[in-house]
């Protein structure tokens, strides 16, 4: 026989002796035995297991013991481990069992054994494939479901595109892939974690697996959706809604939440690819200053180490960076410098002698030392699973901060090695068992991150942290605020911005932003005007560009430029006041700070459709419709139900349609919520410059509506301890009389004395009687500006009760 032919043969009898070549699924089989444990079951399904347990009553784990084999270690992703439990009740039927809480059922057909999740009305949330279900092949596990006619799914964090992920496969593998697009992926963070909405009713799904995994939402058919991971462990939390808000604070509360931040990383923040030497650093805080353009962050990128080596100073470029942090630090600027994971292997540097003589650093299977290259050349990894690595890192941070340095900015953390991938064979040691880079890939920004913050935390046990992180997973927000990575200076981007920032809300992660004006290219000054209109309005406000771009200092651009973004950066932090209470309530909720109109309005169809992903609401009262295209002066823009007031000119719409709005270039179209009031400071030139002296309540007629306003000072972790004040505001409508009821304050902290300025926006006509607390107001104590239609009140907060009411 020729050879070729004996190949071919040997294939064919290769094939025909199974598995090992045909790679097929296996499925999970009948039920052979239910017992009841704790808060749940365990099942039999001949030699595979099934643990279900209820974490309370509207979630519950659901996790596979192929041979009865539990795959058990640390779970980093998890912040709550003890949950109470719930009661439930368990019925039998020939074939099925029903487990039922007061919010959830769950039904189990018993052959072969596949699960489907009601609401407690017994409306169907989610099923399993009828025929496939659980599944496995090798070292690979998936889960297949139905494909439900009209399901949506939004989630699986630092996704690009279209917010309802259906139709679409993802795939979670932390990559760095600078000047991305709109149609890579995955990119630097994993969030395996998704919610599906149809007819109204939620759920959501995560996926507690760190291995390599992918999300087919319905790509390529119409029966299915399926994620799978190739190794680790079938594990998924379930949630029950009722809504997205619902399941995304029950999620967050197992993985984390965004810490309240100090209030200075809620300013402006400006970085290039670097500012270096120490003059023009000076020089560019001096000409903020000088130019009153407000401040607070001032970033070091990698061009202020001696030679890369992390922890180290450029002793030409910073001889003296204890003295510069305080100079700055006089003028108001806080500095965060980058921290990358690779230490430059160089014998005599000290951080590297001491990783190696410690074994902190990454190995190989034979014990040599991985190394790869980045910024230094031929670095070493720290090994972060490991409790004794990450104290060793944390300290480093520790004695590195003490220089001055305000918050720390961890990079290239996938990791990112040039080439791309570290081998996968490279071992971790998770506190005693070694595992390997297959399952460590996608926690290791996440874990690097939580050995950052814990040194800040150690060495600066009285003050709020700051960190920033470029890779992550599922939980990483309790740890660090998150940036979308190596964007580039185009309209598109500034687009793929808004909705990845967005996606990233709708999964966890509260504290994001993209770079302003774009990392890679030069903004045009359009571009950066517009860019700078949004980045007002993300989380994270924060310029950045590459090495070797043109400036992109909010100056850069002519003065008239100057002045618009002077404008847009005033207008942050006049609305510190208003942006802190939301901040804080994400802290506590989980839920994003930038939202897409659906979130709020999920009844109206309108809200989802793709060309109104861009405008999104900041908070809860405002809304955002950003001009994203050159060239654009007049935006349709998508009013949800209810009346919105635009904030520039007043103008009340019904909600409920599209408008077109003028948007020249100094314009970004911006609406308040009717019934919102809108607590508002001065221009500071940074947080907390001057005390609020003058709050300004902006209060925009509309349906009765609740806000409020929070406080505390804004740096220290004295508001765990209740030293912190809430103030309530009730806006509401009888007859004639408009009122705005103030709350008494509420809490400890005591804020420095001040006046209210109420302007009461939006009216036709002067009020023809204003009263506070009853007594009527005397003609010089208010006024009504006929061209905006604003009546205006001064009173003084004394933190007690008060009742303000227009008359007509
Ligand atoms: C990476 C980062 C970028 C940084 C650069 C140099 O590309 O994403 O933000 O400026 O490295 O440190």
């Given at each position: 026989m020729r050879p070729r032919m004996i190949i071919f043969l040997l294939a064919i009898m290769r094939i025909a002796a199974g598995k090992e070549t045909m790679a097929q699924y296996q499925y999970l089989?009948?039920?052979t035995r239910l017992d009841r444990e704790g808060s749940g079951v365990l099942l039999h399904c001949g030699a595979d297991l099934v643990r279900l347990s209820f974490l309370t009553g509207d979630a519950l784990r659901l996790t596979l013991a192929r041979q009865g084999q539990w795959q058990e270690g640390v779970e980093y992703a998890l912040a709550k481990i003890a949950w109470p439990g719930t009661n439930y009740t368990l019925t039998e039927t020939a074939t099925h069992f029903m487990l039922k809480t007061d919010a959830l059922e769950v039904r189990i057909k018993r052959a072969p054994c596949r699960f489907a999740f009601y609401d407690a009305r017994g409306n169907l949330l989610n099923q399993d494939d009828e025929a496939f279900g659980l599944a496995w092949d090798g070292n690979e596990v998936a889960a297949f479901k139905s494909l439900l006619e009209g399901e949506k799914f939004f989630g699986l964090g630092e996704k690009t595109g279209e917010l309802d992920r259906r139709g679409r496969e993802y795939t979670m593998w932390n990559t760095d892939d600078p000047a991305y697009t709109e149609r890579t992926d995955p990119l630097y963070q994993s969030h395996p974690f998704f919610m599906g909405l149809r007819e109204g009713r939620a759920y959501g799904i995560f996926f507690n697996n760190t291995y390599r995994s992918y999300f087919n939402l319905g790509a390529g058919n119409h029966r299915l959706y399926y994620f799978r991971a190739e190794g680790g462990p079938m594990s998924y939390f379930f949630f029950t809604g009722p809504n997205l808000q619902h399941i995304l604070s029950r999620?967050?509360?197992?993985?984390?939440?965004?810490?309240?931040?100090?209030?200075?990383?809620?300013?402006?923040?400006?970085?290039?690819?670097?500012?270096?030497?120490?003059?023009?650093?000076?020089r560019l805080a001096e000409t903020f200053r000088e130019k009153k353009i407000p401040a607070d962050v001032i970033y070091l990128d990698i061009d202020y180490m001696d030679d890369y080596r992390c922890f180290t100073f450029d002793p030409k470029r910073f001889p003296d960076p204890g003295q510069l942090f305080a100079d700055l630090q006089h003028l108001g600027f806080k500095v965060v410098t980058i921290v990358d994971p690779g230490i430059k292997a160089d014998s005599g540097y000290a951080v590297y002698d001491s990783g190696v003589a410690g074994g902190h650093f990454l190995k190989y299977p034979d014990g040599q030392l991985y190394s790869g290259n980045v910024w230094p050349g031929k670095c070493h990894f720290t090994d972060y699973a490991r409790a004794e690595s990450r104290q060793w890192w944390g300290d480093l941070i520790g004695k590195f901060i003490a220089a001055g340095v305000a918050g720390i900015w961890n990079d290239m953390n996938e990791p990112s090695v040039w080439g791309r991938e570290a081998p996968l064979l490279v071992q971790f040691d998770k506190d005693g068992s070694k595992t390997s880079l297959k399952e460590m890939r996608n926690l290791f920004g996440h874990l690097?991150?939580?050995?950052?913050?814990?040194?800040?935390?150690?060495?600066?046990?009285?003050?709020?942290?700051f960190l920033l992180t470029r890779a992550g997973f599922s939980g990483t927000q309790r740890y660090a605020a998150s940036w979308t990575g190596d964007n580039v200076s185009t309209f598109e981007h500034l687009e793929i911005g808004i909705r990845?920032?967005?996606?990233?809300?709708?999964?966890?992660?509260?504290?994001?932003?993209?770079?302003?004006?774009?990392?890679?290219?030069?903004?045009?000054?359009?571009?950066?005007?517009?860019?700078?209109?949004?980045?007002?309005?993300?989380?994270?406000?924060?310029?950045?560009?590459?090495?070797?771009?043109?400036?992109?200092?909010?100056?850069?651009?002519?003065?008239?430029?100057?002045?618009?973004?002077?404008?847009?950066i005033e207008l942050r932090y006049r609305l510190l006041p208003y942006t802190y209470t939301q901040f804080q309530r994400a802290s506590i909720t989980g839920l994003p700070i930038m939202k897409p109109l659906f979130w709020e309005f999920p009844d109206d169809a309108e809200t989802y459709q793709q060309h109104n992903q861009t405008t999104y609401l900041w908070g809860d009262d405002l809304l955002v419709a950003p001009v994203t295209r050159e060239g654009e002066r007049l935006r349709k823009v998508y009013l949800p139900k209810g009346k919105w007031v635009d904030f520039w000119e007043n103008?009340?719409?019904?909600?409920?349609?599209?408008?077109?709005?003028?948007?020249?270039?100094?314009?970004?179209?911006?609406?308040?919520?009717?019934?919102?009031?809108?607590?508002?400071?001065?221009?500071?030139?940074?947080?907390g410059e001057k005390p609020d002296s003058l709050i300004t309540l902006h209060v925009?007629?509309?349906?009765?509506?609740?806000?409020?306003?929070?406080?505390?000072?804004?740096?220290?972790?004295a508001y765990e301890n209740g030293e912190w004040a809430l103030t309530r505001?009730?806006?509401?409508?009888?007859?004639?009389?408009?009122?705005?009821?103030?709350?008494?304050?509420?809490?400890?902290?005591?804020?420095a004395a001040r006046d209210y300025r109420i302007l009461l926006h939006s009216q036709a006509a002067a009020p023809k009687k204003i009263t506070a607390n009853r007594r009527k107001l005397g003609s010089n104590e208010f006024a009504f500006d006929n061209k905006t239609?604003?009546?205006?009140?001064?009173?003084?907060?004394?933190?007690?009760?008060?009742?303000v009411t227009f008359g007509y």
């Open positions: 089989g009948n039920v999620y967050s509360e197992l993985v984390g939440r965004m810490p309240l931040p100090p209030k200075w990383a809620l300013g402006y923040q400006q970085c290039r690819y670097s500012y270096h030497p120490e003059s023009e650093v000076r690097m991150a939580q050995a950052t913050i814990e040194g800040l935390r150690r060495h600066r046990p009285h003050e709020r942290p990845l920032c967005l996606a990233m809300g709708l999964s966890g992660i509260s504290f994001v932003g993209a770079d302003v004006g774009g990392f890679a290219g030069a903004s045009s000054p359009e571009l950066m005007a517009r860019w700078m209109q949004v980045g007002a309005f993300t989380p994270l406000f924060r310029t950045h560009t590459e090495v070797d771009t043109p400036d992109q200092e909010p100056w850069s651009f002519g003065e008239a430029m100057e002045d618009l973004n002077r404008g847009y103008k009340a719409y019904e909600g409920g349609q599209y408008i077109f709005i003028d948007a020249p270039l100094e314009k970004l179209p911006l609406f308040v919520r009717g019934g919102a009031v809108i607590p508002m400071g001065e221009v500071q030139q940074y947080a925009y007629p509309g349906e009765n509506r609740e806000s409020s306003w929070y406080e505390d000072d804004g740096k220290s972790l505001f009730n806006f509401s409508v009888k007859g004639k009389n408009l009122t705005l009821n103030i709350s008494a304050r509420e809490g400890k902290y005591i804020p239609g604003t009546a205006s009140v001064m009173i003084k907060d004394s933190g007690e009760k008060c009742e």
